[in-house]
């Protein structure tokens, strides 16, 4: 057995050298040719209607014969008509005239129109067949003005069949040919057309950016930064056609919302709704009916950062499709997408109907509308059966399988137990139902699954008296993918055949036939690469980790997580990373791959150094991936960092919240790495660790009696610091910094207790999302010069803070300072102290919120909202011109967004983007005397030779502990200091 045991995996070692030597090294070395901005997200995306202009060429005038002229009207009329099989046969006999004429322009445009039909029936090798004798025609004939029209219009065809047949690379050279034939022709409507549909090839690469500038530049407006004004929306240029506009607009919005500017997104496409209106294109309407359904749907995903349940039927009260809402929950964003999902299917083509209606089986998924999916689910079957072959029509099954999928799971579940759900399929792990159902991998007793109260009536699928008995089986399932797997390879399209046998390894495994789950796996990878294809290479690669985890073998799943973290890492390092739900899916289809691995690698008692440094890097490298998925683009440098190097007299620690414990990786100056873990089994796993932050924080309410009131303290202390406490005093530590994971980040980690002291009785603290990001050296100043913003009035919504006048006030009295108080706190005020003068501390007492989500992280002036991604414009700009950085930023009355578990994230994310070496913040606002009396303190200190920044905060923290009237950690221990402590 134990040789069995052996081969297999020397077997499985192989392959992955294999794949690593033939697959990744290519990778490393083209990846430099162009960057792409790769979907995040384990499944499908929500479907679009993606642009597809082509329209049959008009021949030119010399037709010698009426009756050739008369067969060229019939066969456009059969065309528009959409009757393309009688079009086809006219198209092929009137190309056989004009070459019995010898006319070589007619007959190539006689022939490209036969490959445009072709296409419509999904005929991909006769169109290919077609476009290439017409375009060998064309370039064998002499250059005259019908003829350069027509071979443009060839072109435009030919790039409609690359992009539908999955040779996307191609239709982008295809249509800058197009492009620039029309451009020496003076067709502005050509070069427009060609635009457009040159951009739809930039999207599914995932090149959003150059997308949108393609975009922009069509409609005229100039820009470098994928920005557009209401003004400029509103004054398009009137010398282009309605419905071209309409269709760049409604492209731009698709582009917009993926990346998560929705609420622009929606702006755009709603312009682009009233021009197809005033053209009166009813089939572009539905298209835009669409895109407005998937962008209400990411609004409705924005305000349900928690995975809130749904239970109310969306359609009991409906909301326009075009109607503005600016709710604060999420259920009317929802309820309009499926309004715009039901239009769309109304008015939109075949293949758009399909796909809206598999948008809306998907919201019905997410939002539990069970009674609705019977019907709907057989009305696309339908619809799916009667397309042509395209890659789009394939990609609208596998859209369609993963849900069915879900809903068989869903079926599946009261009967599972917690084991089961740890390991299933990363493709089931992705079901918008299951994951607000369960608190997955956090509890973690082998008994049966206990369904929580607001889905106990989740439909048993199999059963005869359900509502959904009708919807398909597995088998069916299998055979519907099968079907995809095929049509796939006959196009060649390797994304979707690599799809198809992933979701067919998925089903595998659901059913329990392991073995032919990991062969599906293992064949998903192999049309694909790392460099083409690498948002889809990682998922197999995860998927194929999980199974061997499963199985127990746990060298190959090491080897297996491997590989997808170093894909994951290629992406992360130089794309930007954007997906229309990003923020909604990351936490469950990125996250979890740096949990899993790392609780692998640790899973040995004592694990060698090796294993503990990788571990440690995965921790840091999701730090930074968190980050970059805050602010959707991979803006942050990193300059790998030991702590000896930085600090002697620190300790960084290195927590991670796994599914059955609590680790911690310790790194000393000058020592080797230390690890410890605290085992939360028979606590309830995750559940428990989350319960003790919880408790914690309902125990820092000040006059609110408690029995044990340090119970949550001590118990973050037991785990996070006591196993350390003799190596601390034994190597001299004076400052402990923190690179906190998950709910832990929102902890005050000054308020953990040992049972006689508090944490910041005996240590300086810090937080940081990485010694990566550690900033450079602190540059010591002699005299302390303050830039003082402030506002003591109530502003956009926000309550007045009267103590800040009096914190302004002290602070001034304490060190140089320039004052911008109430209506002298604006934004350009900020902008222009802060870049003409030389202040090495900007201090904020002004409201703020960090969230989760950076649109919903700002903080607030007299007459705006600073949101996290301009911080950087607003700050970094004097690093720019002086490169003299800000070395601190304080924000005083700011706090965490109430009811987001994630929003320490935002803090983090503040720290980050505004350049500053270091960043002293609040968790939760005081509005208190306190507050002023910290400040003080905190200047007092700081404003001393050799004073670190972390002492000085300890000193004023300090000096409220001491203070009878604040000796509740409520008013001290919400200050943290973020970044560069020294």
Not at 91 to 114: C, E, P, Y
Not at 777 to 799: H, K, M
Request: glycine fraction near 4%.
């Amino acid at each position: 057995m134990q040789n069995k045991t052996v081969i297999k995996t020397q077997k499985f070692l192989a392959w992955v050298k294999r794949f690593l030597g033939t697959v990744l090294p290519n990778f490393f070395l083209k990846r430099s040719r162009f960057l792409f901005c790769f979907l995040f997200s384990l499944f499908l995306p929500l479907l679009i209607s993606q642009v597809s202009l082509s329209t049959p060429i008009a021949s030119i005038q010399d037709i010698n014969s009426g009756s050739t002229t008369e067969l060229v009207t019939q066969a456009k009329k059969l065309y528009q008509n959409q009757e393309f099989e009688q079009a086809a046969t006219l198209w092929q006999k009137t190309a056989q005239i004009f070459a019995t004429q010898g006319d070589r322009v007619n007959q190539s445009m006689a022939l490209s129109n036969l490959a445009l039909t072709q296409q419509q029936l999904g005929q991909w090798e006769a169109s290919n067949q077609a476009i290439a004798q017409s375009l060998n025609l064309l370039k064998n004939s002499p250059q005259t003005p019908d003829q350069q029209r027509i071979f443009a219009a060839t072109l435009e065809i030919q790039g409609q069949g690359q992009l539908a047949t999955g040779a996307t690379e191609a239709s982008v050279k295809t249509w800058q040919q197009a492009i620039e034939l029309n451009q020496q022709m003076s067709n502005p409507v050509g070069v427009m057309q060609s635009q457009i549909n040159q951009s739809q090839a930039w999207q599914d690469l995932g090149q959003y950016p150059r997308a949108c500038q393609v975009l922009l530049d069509a409609l005229e407006i100039p820009n470098d930064h994928c920005q557009i004004s209401e003004i400029q929306l509103q004054s398009l240029p009137n010398t282009a056609s309605l419905n071209l506009q309409a269709i760049a607009l409604r492209s731009l919005g698709n582009v917009l919302r993926i990346n998560g500017r929705t609420e622009e997104a929606r702006q755009v496409l709603l312009k682009s709704f009233q021009l197809a209106e005033k053209s009166g294109n009813n089939q572009e309407i539905g298209k835009i009916y669409l895109s407005l359904g998937n962008t209400a749907r990411a609004l409705g995903n924005k305000n349900n950062v928690n995975n809130a349940k749904i239970s109310s039927n969306l359609e009991d009260k409906p909301v326009s499709c075009t109607a503005e809402i600016t709710p604060e929950k999420n259920f009317p964003f929802y309820q309009q997408a499926a309004s715009c999902y039901q239009q769309a299917a109304a008015m939109g083509s075949q293949l758009d109907a399909v796909q809206a209606q598999i948008n809306l089986l998907d919201l019905f998924n997410q939002t539990q509308q069970w009674d609705k999916i019977p019907a709907l689910v057989a009305q696309i079957q339908t619809g799916l059966d009667s397309l042509a072959l395209s890659r789009n029509a394939i990609s609208s099954r596998l859209k369609f399988a993963q849900n069915l999928i879900c809903l068989q799971f869903i079926g599946t579940m009261p009967s599972l137990t917690q084991k089961d759900l740890a390991f299933v399929s990363p493709v089931v792990q992705q079901c918008s139902a299951f994951a607000s159902s369960l608190e997955i991998d956090k509890n973690l007793d082998p008994k049966p699954l206990q369904i929580p109260p607001l889905s106990r009536n989740l439909p048993i699928i199999n059963s005869s008296s359900s509502s959904l008995s009708k919807i398909p089986s597995w088998d069916e399932i299998n055979q519907s993918l099968t079907l995809a797997l095929q049509q796939s390879q006959s196009l060649g399209d390797k994304r979707n055949q690599s799809n198809a046998l992933g979701y067919l390894g998925a089903i595998a495994q659901q059913r329990g036939d392991l073995t032919s789950a990991e062969q599906l796996t293992k064949q998903a990878l192999q049309p694909i690469s790392a460099y083409n294809f690498p948002d889809i290479t990682y998922r197999w690669q995860w998927q194929l980790g999980r199974l061997y985890q499963s199985q127990g073998s746990t060298q190959e799943a090491i080897a297996a997580y491997g590989l997808t973290y170093q894909t994951l890492q290629s992406l992360r390092q130089d794309l930007v990373t954007t997906n229309p739900d990003i923020q909604y899916t990351f936490r469950d289809s990125v996250e979890p791959v740096y949990h899993e691995f790392v609780d692998l690698l640790l899973q040995k008692e004592n694990p060698d150094q090796a294993t503990l440094k990788k571990a440690r890097d995965i921790i840091e490298s999701l730090q930074l991936a968190e980050l970059n998925n805050f602010f959707r683009e991979a803006c942050l440098e990193t300059t790998p960092q030991q702590v000896d190097q930085i600090d002697t007299q620190a300790a960084v620690f290195y927590s991670i919240v796994l599914r059955d414990r609590l680790a911690v990786i310790l790194s000393l100056p000058n020592q080797p790495l230390e690890y410890y873990a605290t085992n939360t089994r028979e606590q309830g796993g995750q559940v428990i660790v989350e319960q003790t932050v919880d408790n914690l924080f309902a125990t820092l309410i000040p006059h609110v009696a408690s029995l044990d009131p340090l119970k949550s303290n001590q118990t973050l202390y037991d785990w996070l610091i006591r196993p350390a406490e003799a190596n601390l005093a034994k190597n001299g530590i004076k400052t402990l910094v923190f690179v906190l994971d998950g709910v832990l980040r929102s902890i005050p980690v000054a308020a953990l207790h040992d049972g006689q002291q508090y944490l910041i009785e005996k240590y300086n603290l810090a937080l940081t999302p990485g010694l990566q990001l550690f900033s450079s050296p602190t540059v010591a100043s002699t005299n302390l010069n303050v830039l003082v913003g402030g506002l003591t009035e109530s502003r956009q919504g926000f309550a007045a803070l009267p103590g800040v006048k009096q914190e302004v006030q002290e602070i001034a009295s304490s060190v140089s300072a320039e004052v911008l108080l109430d209506d002298n706190f604006t934004r350009d005020r900020l902008k222009s102290q802060v870049q003409t003068q030389n202040f090495p501390i900007v201090h904020l007492a002004t409201h703020g919120q960090f969230s989760s989500q950076a649109d919903k992280t700002f903080l607030v002036t007299w007459d705006d909202k600073i949101k996290v991604k301009e911080l950087d414009q607003l700050l970094r700009e004097r690093d720019k011109i002086t490169r003299n950085p800000i070395e601190l930023l304080i924000l005083s009355a700011c706090q965490t967004a109430t009811g987001d578990k994630r929003a320490a994230l935002g803090l983090a994310g503040v720290a980050v983007r505004s350049g500053a070496r270091s960043t002293l913040a609040t968790l939760w606002s005081i509005q208190d005397q306190s507050t002023a009396d910290f400040m003080t303190e905190f200047y007092q200190a700081i404003n001393q030779p050799n004073v670190s920044k972390a002492q000085a905060l300890r000193q004023a923290q300090l000096s409220l502990l001491h203070s009878p009237q604040y000796q509740n950690p409520y008013y001290w221990a919400p200050f943290v200091l973020v970044g560069n402590w020294l």
